[in-house]
């Protein structure tokens, strides 16, 4: 019998009320009333992504003053690094980051994925903070080691969200939590963009932005080290109606039982394939755009350092916004029956990929110092790519949820493959910076790559649970003894009923 198992000798301990209560979640699939401990889980990992992100964009802006002493403040030390060289630096992130996400996946499935998560972060974190000394000792090498060292310790970062999806999440709330879950990335990187620019500037100097955010991740270290838990059965202090809720909403699941991932069946689904290619287009396009706006800021639209930074963060803000109202929405459309899942991962998967693509065109026209236009379009380009997040980011949720941390580590490295390569051709593209035209030709191609993207997903992506999702293996029954009560039996009806019609 698995951790997650409950018997009518289990309930016995509680009131005849729980009792009842539990049996109206488990057989209804009502959600509980209030503040929950899946909410509270959601919320630790909200802040996790913002402070990862805050950890892997802080260089975006400093790079700016640690090139160019008048950005910034002049006290500080500087580096005569030419571009091909910032790219490589910005690149180098994910040259470690793609290394570590498919052992991620496997990893935090048999492990559980909050000590991954706690030693993803905290190491993260203690690099940051000796980010200025490897500057100073051993130059743009030094910078670049540390900065593949720190992708390989967030690769696993994402994988293990999507394991602690895949377990504390139902799918009648899978878009809202999945959603304010990763819109901590949005957070992260509108705060971080922020507050670069200012304590760039400050008597602090272009270090602070390092150790602060450094400082910061340690925090949540050990705030994710007290509170974070692997699953509804490993949680202390979750009421027995939510944990039977969300349990029966997936059916039992047992954690420590090792699930054989099905590889051939994984790499050769269309569906999986729609998806890969539809995560690589966003982070073209994504990584393009993050890595080189302050730059872009900088040098086309001539703004200076503080001003680049908060208009820097100024799309990131409203994606985090409509991150948060889109959510609810989809769940809304979803239960409703308003749209099937498969047409609502669809439709939100191209609002976030081809409107971008539009905003991007426009953007290739803006003539040097159109600043307005070309911050308003930026601010469409990147904002409205948060509906993303209700299509193929959360579509290996819909696919196999047994296997949706492996699925997502497979996805992520395929696609951070982009966040390398993106980067470095716009350094080879790029060899003035002021050249609206050459700029031109880097939104070109990223526009090009969103249209790719969202069109293999159009065609081959779907919504509904896989056959390759269960192992081959019939698992025992949770309750074989005479005492299993009508309320588990319900349950295990109920679930089979939801997987049928899931889409």
């Known amino acids: ?27 209804e699939g009502k959600a509980p009333s209030g503040f929950g401990a899946r909410h509270c889980q959601t919320l630790l990992l909200f802040f996790g992504l913002t402070v990862a992100y805050g950890l892997r964009v802080n260089l975006s802006v400093a790079i700016v003053a640690m090139v160019d002493r008048h950005a910034a403040n002049e006290d500080f030390e500087e580096f005569h690094w030419d571009e091909r060289t910032k790219s490589a630096i910005l690149s180098s992130f994910f040259w470690g980051y793609v290394v570590t996400q498919i052992p991620a996946g496997q990893l935090a499935q048999r492990f ?43 690769g696993v970062i994402f994988p293990s969200t999507h394991t602690m999806l895949s377990r504390w999440a139902p799918p009648s709330e ?55 838990s692997n699953s509804p059965a490993e949680h202390r202090g979750i009421a027995p109606e939510e944990r039977e809720f969300i349990e029966n909403s997936y059916g039992r699941q047992d954690h420590s039982r090792r699930i054989v991932t099905p590889w051939l069946a994984i790499l050769t ?30 040098e086309v639209l001539e703004k200076d350092i503080k001003n680049n930074a ?17 959510s609810p929405l989809s769940d809304f459309l979803i239960n409703r029956q308003y749209l099937s899942r498969l047409v609502s991962r669809k439709l939100f998967n191209t609002i976030g990929l081809w409107v971008p693509m539009v905003a991007l065109l426009g953007l290739a026209y803006v003539p040097k110092g159109g600043s307005n236009l070309a911050i308003v379009l930026l601010t469409l380009a990147v904002g409205i790519n948060s509906a993303t997040y209700l299509g193929f980011q959360v ?30 051709i716009v350094g080879e593209v790029i060899t003035d910076a002021t050249d609206p035209v ?58 089979s009923s939801n997987a049928d019609h899931s889409d």
């Open 395 to 424: 579509n290996h949720l819909d696919l196999a949820p047994n296997h949706a941390g492996t699925m997502m580590g497979i996805t992520n490295c395929a696609a951070n493959i982009m966040s390398i390569i993106a980067p470095l």
């Open 174 to 228: 899978r878009g809202l939590l999945g959603t304010l879950s990763y819109a901590g990335a949005q957070f992260g990187t509108v705060v971080m963009l922020a507050i670069s620019g200012v304590l760039a500037s400050s008597s602090m100097g272009w270090p602070s932005i390092f150790y602060i955010s450094g400082a910061v991740g340690i925090l949540w270290s050990l705030v994710w080290f007290f509170f974070g």
């Open 112 to 154: 559980g994925p909050k000590i991954l998560l706690l030693l993803s972060l905290s190491i993260c974190s203690a690099l940051a903070v000796l980010t200025p000394i490897c500057a100073h000792v051993g130059g743009a090498k030094a910078v670049m080691g540390l900065r593949i060292v720190q992708g390989l310790s967030q």
């Open 310 to 326: 908060l208009l820097s963060s100024l799309p990131y803000l409203v994606m985090w916004i409509l991150s948060v109202m889109l």
């Open 438 to 495: 050459q700029w031109r030709r880097v939104f070109y191609i990223a526009a090009g790559v969103y249209f790719i993207g969202n069109l293999t997903f159009l065609i081959f992506g779907k919504a509904d649970i896989q056959r390759w999702n269960e192992p081959d293996t019939p698992t025992p029954p949770v309750a074989s003894n005479a005492n299993a009560t009508a309320t588990e039996q319900n349950a295990n009806n109920q679930t």
């Open 1 to 27: 019998m698995g951790t997650g198992d409950k018997t009518t000798s289990d309930l016995s301990n509680g009131s005849t009320k729980d009792l009842e209560q539990m049996k109206t979640y488990a057989v």
């Open 269 to 298: 689904s269309a569906p999986m394939m729609a998806c890969t290619v539809a995560h690589m287009a966003h982070n073209w396009g994504f990584w393009t755009l993050l890595t080189e706006m302050p730059t872009y800021m900088k």
